[in-house]
């Protein structure tokens, strides 16, 4: 039986990575599951999945899942402290699923074991790439991509040489407002950015799609994973989201990755890695698809694209203060303090105000200096905000 352990269970990518165990019986033992405050979901597939141990990142909490998992021989346990030394319970395969720069510490902690982590939680590597990549060679640990652009620009590159790639294409839906006229996004409201028009995912991707910055963010963690320049890096608006990325090679070719918009494919894939198993997948047909479609995405409608490249280009901590900028913005706006175009302001604002404190975006990577670029940088948004709400 191969021992696994889900960080982040209760969500969209958790829930199906769930799906897919649940479809072996008898070939997965789960170590823990993790989750946030959705008790009922956590315990419920602790119990089904028979895991040893159920982790809610709130302390509060901990009574209420002690009793949704009571008689039922699971173990419970609350906090940071818990999700972290389910992080050292020995698994042969942990998906970090946790959603935001949360997931990073308990990803590094997972990686100190030598373990396979599937890694979902792309904040992680925009956040402390180096460190991530760093500890997982220095204690024999593999890193495999979840995101789906990243799981097929894995998978064009299998058996190829890097030096051999020019360039690589991650696709982009454009997501809800690709075809709004630009004066009406200011207007746009979160039940209308929550909402996706190929892929169901957790609600604060989904918003992200429509502002970009979810691309943004995939753009640094293309960087980090591939360790491609920057100028190497390109998007395309691919309204069908059925090729998910390109690679380009110096002769010219162009292998391209197509599936159906899915994420148990790329979850799938890193979980039989290096195999390829039969998935519950969507099969193309391209005649009845007919046509794909490309185009250049609008500087003006996406302005968190622009700035995912000034951030590589400045390098040091900046990715962790354009993460955490971001994150703090969009809370502003599922919170109502904000438009949905601000939230590209305000992540200008902060990167500037980080910038100006000297020093602080050269300080060596470690997750100290990481948690604390997060900090200042959720300051700064916050003071970003009320200053233009005066
Ligand atoms: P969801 O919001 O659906 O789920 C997030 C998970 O993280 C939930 O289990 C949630 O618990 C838990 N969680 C939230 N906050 C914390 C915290 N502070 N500490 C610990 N756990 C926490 O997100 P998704 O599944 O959509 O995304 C997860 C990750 O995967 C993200 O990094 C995202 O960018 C990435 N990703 C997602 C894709 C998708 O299709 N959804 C595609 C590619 C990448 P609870 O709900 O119980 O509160």
Request: with cysteine.
């Amino acid at each position: 039986m191969r021992k696994v352990t889900i960080f982040g269970a209760t969500g969209s990518i958790g829930q199906s990575t769930i799906d897919l165990i649940r479809r072996s019986p008898g070939t997965y033992d789960v170590v823990a599951l993790t989750g946030g405050r959705n008790i009922a979901r956590l315990a419920e597939d602790a119990i089904a999945l028979k895991a040893d141990l159920a982790v809610t990142a709130h302390e509060e909490l901990l009574q209420p899942l002690r009793e949704a998992l009571q008689g039922s021989g699971v173990e419970a346990a609350a906090g940071q402290g818990a999700l972290l030394e389910a992080a050292t319970r020995p698994a042969d395969w942990i998906m970090s699923a946790i959603v935001g720069a949360a997931g990073l510490a308990p990803g590094l902690k997972a990686l100190e074991q030598g373990t396979t982590l599937a890694l979902a939680n792309k904040e992680s590597l925009v956040c402390a790439g180096k460190l991530l990549l760093a500890t997982a060679k220095q204690h024999g640990a593999r890193l495999l991509p979840v995101d789906s652009e990243h799981s097929a620009v894995f998978q064009g590159l299998v058996g190829e040489d890097m030096d051999a790639v020019e360039r690589i294409i991650i696709t982009a839906s454009g997501g809800a407002f690709r075809d709004w006229p630009i004066g009406d996004l200011p207007n746009a409201t979160l039940a209308q950015a929550s909402s996706h028009p190929n892929w169901d995912m957790g609600q604060r991707i989904t918003i992200d799609s429509a502002s970009m910055f979810n691309k943004a963010l995939e753009v640094i963690e293309t960087r980090e994973y591939f360790q491609v320049e920057p100028d190497q890096i390109e998007v395309l608006v691919h309204p069908e989201s059925m090729v998910h990325a390109l690679v380009g090679f110096r002769d010219g070719a162009l292998m391209a990755h197509l599936g159906a918009p899915d994420m148990r494919h790329a979850i799938g894939y890193a979980l039989h890695w290096p195999e390829r198993r039969d998935l519950p997948v969507a099969r193309l047909d391209l005649t009845q698809v007919g046509q794909l479609n490309f185009r250049t995405p609008d500087a003006a409608r996406y302005p968190a694209l622009h700035q995912a490249y000034a951030v590589m280009e400045r390098g040091g901590l900046m990715g962790a203060a354009f993460n955490a900028a971001k994150e703090r913005a969009l809370d502003h706006f599922i919170s109502g303090h904000i438009r949905f175009t601000d939230m590209a302001e305000v992540t200008a604002k902060v990167l500037d105000r980080i910038e100006a404190q000297s020093g602080l975006i050269d300080s060596a990577m470690t997750l100290d200096n990481v948690s604390k670029i997060d900090h200042l940088s959720r300051q700064a948004a916050d003071v970003a905000v009320a200053e233009d709400k005066r």
